[in-house]
């Protein structure tokens, strides 16, 4: 069975860090770009950044740009969100997505599967 599993979320406080796993199993990443999403209460989910599958290209949302860097362990099946310069406005689910080809989107139509989510909250 695929699955994404995202963990290391929690509590932090504006302009803090944290750094987001998404760990898959079942299937290796190696021919996956990844996308990282995020959902805040009552908006839709967005586009955060991605990474293509072999890891060469990566987009940023002007939102996370400077912030934000993505990166992959292929050898260890997982893609990593290091979120430095946390701000409220950060607070949300964070997702990761996977779709089988080399480039990646910051679309959310563009993946064919999910995890479950890891939550963020950038509170003081």
């Known amino acids: 069975q695929l699955q994404l599993v995202e963990s290391g979320g929690g509590l932090v406080q504006p302009g803090g860090s944290l750094t987001l796993s998404c760990a898959a199993s079942?299937?290796?990443?190696?021919?996956?770009?990844i996308g990282w999403f995020r959902q805040a209460p009552g908006k839709e989910r967005e586009g955060v950044s991605c990474i293509s599958s072999s890891g060469r290209s990566t987009n940023y949302v002007d939102s996370a740009k400077g912030r934000f860097t993505i990166s992959r362990d292929n050898a260890k099946n997982t893609v990593y969100l290091q979120m430095n310069s946390l701000k409220p406005k950060d607070t949300a689910i964070y997702y990761c997505?996977?779709?089988?080809?080399?480039?990646?989107?910051?679309?959310?139509?563009?993946?064919?599967?999910w995890g479950q989510g890891t939550q963020v909250t950038v509170s003081s």
């Open positions: 997505a996977a779709v089988r080809r080399e480039w990646c989107t910051t679309l959310n139509a563009g993946y064919d599967y």
């Open positions: 079942g299937f290796t990443l190696d021919y996956y770009a």
